[in-house]
C-alpha cells in the first residue's frame, strides 16, 4: 500500500500581493504573525503542519480517498495476473469475491450467469472477469475429498494445492498466464474443473496428485503421468514432465516406491475409454501428473519439507515451458496402455457443497 503523505496549505497566486493593497487590518494580522514565526525559530519549535491525509498520487483515481481495511488488502488466494483489464463481456471464467473460479456461461448487463464449482447454474454481480488462460493447473481432490493420507497424517489435497500455487508463481515469473482450477480447500467436481480449462481456452491443462498404495521398492521416483490416448501433443507434454519431475526428485535420496510400468502412458478402462476423468474430459492436450507416492512413509517425509515443495513446483513449471517454447519430444513413455478402472467414489457431485461465492 502507497505510503500517505501529510502535507501544508499553499496559497494559491490568484493575485498580486505587496503591503501597500492589504487593508490596514489585516497589515495588523500580519504583522503579528511574522512576529510568532520568527519568535519560533529563535526557539527551535516548527510551525505545525495540517493534519489532513491526503491520499498518494500512486493510488487509482476511483480508489482516492477511501482506504481499504487492513482485512481487504490481503487475501489467502491467488487471483491470476492480467496485463491488461479484461472487458466484461468478454468474460470465460470469473473470480469471485471470495477467490474462486467458476465458468461463465453468460454476461448480461446486469450478472454473470455462472456454473458453481458443484455444478449449479447461479449468478453474480460481482467478480474479476478472465477472458483467456495457456495454462490450468488442478490441484486434484478438495474439500471432504481428502485424497491419500500420509502416515504422518499430510493430506493429500493439502499438498497438491500449494505445489499448484507454487508452480503458478513460478509460471507467472515466465510471462505465462496460469489459472487454477481449486484454489482452496472446496469440493470441486471434474466436470467442472475440466469446463474451466474448456471455457479458458486454454493450451494445456495438468491435474496434479500424489499416489498410493506402495507398490516394488525401487531406486529411482515412481513419478507416473498419464496421457490422452490417441493425443500426440498430451503424449509430449506427459514425456517433457516426466523427465523434469523424476530428474528432479532424483536429487533426493529417499527409498521409493513404484509400479512396474511407471512412466508417461495412457490408462484406459474396461470400455477402451481414458479412464481419468480430468484425462477425458478437457479438450486441450491433459495430463494427470502422479508426483511420488504419498502412502510410502519416507516419501510421505519428504512431501512436508519445504525444499521438496519447491523443487516439484519448478520441475512442473520447466516441463509446461518446454512445452510451449519448444518441439522437444520428451521421454519416459510406456507403450502398452494400462487398463484400470476407477470405481467412481471421487470426482462426481452427488452430495457436494458449493463453498461461499460473495
Not at 455462472?114 to 486434484?140: F, Y
Not at 487398463?339 to 452427488?350: A, N, Q, V
Request: charged content about 20%.
Amino acid at each position: 500500500m502507497a505510503m500517505l503523505a501529510l502535507v501544508s496549505e499553499r496559497i494559491a497566486p490568484d493575485r498580486p500581493r505587496n503591503c501597500f493593497t492589504v487593508p490596514v487590518h489585516k497589515a495588523a494580522a500580519v504583522l503579528v504573525g511574522i512576529c510568532l514565526l520568527c519568535a519560533a525559530c529563535v526557539t527551535g519549535e516548527r510551525p505545525v503542519l495540517t493534519g489532513e491525509m491526503l491520499p498518494s498520487t500512486t493510488m487509482p483515481e476511483d480508489e482516492q480517498g477511501a482506504l481499504p481495511a487492513a482485512s481487504e488488502t490481503t487475501t489467502s488466494v491467488a487471483e491470476p495476473t492480467v496485463s491488461e483489464q479484461v472487458a466484461r463481456e468478454d468474460a470465460r471464467a470469473l473470480v469471485t469475491p471470495t477467490g474462486v473460479i467458476v465458468p461463465v456461461l453468460e454476461v448480461t448487463p446486469e450478472e454473470f450467469v455462472i456454473r458453481t464449482p458443484c455444478g449449479e447454474t447461479s449468478s453474480l454481480t460481482l467478480g474479476t472477469p478472465i477472458a483467456v488462460a495457456r495454462v490450468v493447473l488442478d490441484p486434484g481432490h478438495g474439500g471432504e475429498e481428502s485424497g491419500a493420507v500420509g502416515p504422518n497424517g499430510l493430506q493429500e489435497k493439502d499438498l497438491n494445492l500449494e505445489i499448484a500455487q507454487r508452480a503458478m508463481r513460478k509460471l507467472e515469473e515466465r510471462g505465462i498466464s496460469v489459472v487454477l482450477a481449486r484454489t482452496d480447500d472446496y469440493r470441486i467436481p471434474l466436470s467442472t474443473r475440466a469446463e474451466i480449462g474448456n471455457r479458458l481456452g486454454a493450451e494445456v491443462m495438468v491435474s496434479i496428485h500424489h499416489n498410493a498404495p506402495n507398490w516394488l521398492d525401487s531406486n529411482i521416483p515412481g513419478s507416473e503421468i498419464f496421457v490422452q490416448s490417441g493425443s500426440t501433443e498430451s503424449r509430449r507434454l506427459g514425456g517433457l514432465l516426466y523427465e523434469e519431475i523424476v530428474g528432479a526428485l532424483l536429487q533426493f535420496d529417499v527409498a521409493w516406491t513404484t509400479n512396474d510400468d511407471a512412466g508417461a502412458l495412457a490408462v484406459l478402462n474396461s470400455d477402451g475409454e481414458d479412464a481419468y476423468g480430468m484425462i477425458r474430459r478437457p479438450e486441450m492436450p491433459a495430463v494427470l501428473a502422479e508426483f511420488g507416492y504419498l502412502s510410502n512413509p519416507a516419501e510421505a517425509d519428504l512431501f512436508l519439507t519445504d525444499e521438496y515443495r519447491d523443487v516439484a513446483a519448478e520441475a512442473l513449471a520447466a516441463g509446461i515451458e518446454r512445452y510451449l517454447f519448444t518441439d522437444d519430444p520428451g521421454s519416459g513413455f510406456v507403450d502398452e496402455p494400462r487398463i484400470f478402472t476407477p470405481d467412481g467414489s471421487t470426482g462426481g457431485s452427488g452430495g457436494c457443497i458449493d463453498p461461499p461465492l460473495e
